[in-house]
Nanobody, 122 residues
Framework: EVQLQASGGGLAEAGGSLRLSCRVT????????IGWFRQAPGKEREEVSC????????YYADSVKGRFTMSRDATKNTLSLQMNNLKPEDTAVYYC???????????????WGKGTLVTVSS
C-alpha cells in the first residue's frame, strides 16, 4: 500500500526554522524523484523541491533556494525538508510527493501525502 505521511508543520516566527518529515511506504525513496509542494491560501499549488538522490538531479524553486534543503534517509525510507530563514510568504500547506515530474511548464507529481500546515508569523 502506498502511503506518504508528513509531519513537522507548525508555527514559526519570521527568520526561524522548521523541519518537515515524510515517511514513505510502498516506494523506495531512492528509486524515484521525490519532493515537496506547497499551497498558500488563495494560490495555486507550487513545487518546492524535486530530487532524485541516486543520480543527483536536483530542483528547488527560486523562492526557497539557499533557505530550504531537502534530504532523505534511505534506511528509514523518509524524506525531510529543512526550512531556514522562514518568511511569512512561506506560509502554506506542504505536501510530500513521490514521482514528481516536469512536462513543459507543468510541474506535478503522481503520488501525494496529506498536507501539513506551516504558518510563519511576521
Amino acid at each position: 500500500e502506498v502511503q506518504l505521511q508528513a509531519s513537522g508543520g507548525g508555527l514559526a516566527e519570521a527568520g526561524g526554522s522548521l523541519r518537515l518529515s515524510c515517511r514513505v511506504t510502498g516506494f523506495t525513496v531512492d528509486d524515484y524523484y521525490i519532493g515537496w509542494f506547497r499551497q498558500a491560501p488563495g494560490k495555486e499549488r507550487e513545487e518546492v523541491s524535486c530530487i532524485r538522490f541516486s543520480i543527483g538531479d536536483t530542483y528547488y524553486a527560486d523562492s526557497v533556494k539557499g533557505r530550504f534543503t531537502m534530504s532523505r534517509d534511505a534506511t528509514k525510507n523518509t524524506l525531510s525538508l529543512q526550512m531556514n530563514n522562514l518568511k511569512p510568504e512561506d506560509t502554506a500547506v506542504y505536501y510530500c510527493v513521490v514521482d514528481c515530474w516536469t512536462i513543459g511548464n507543468k510541474r506535478w507529481a503522481n503520488y501525494w501525502g496529506k498536507g501539513t500546515l506551516v504558518t510563519v508569523s511576521s
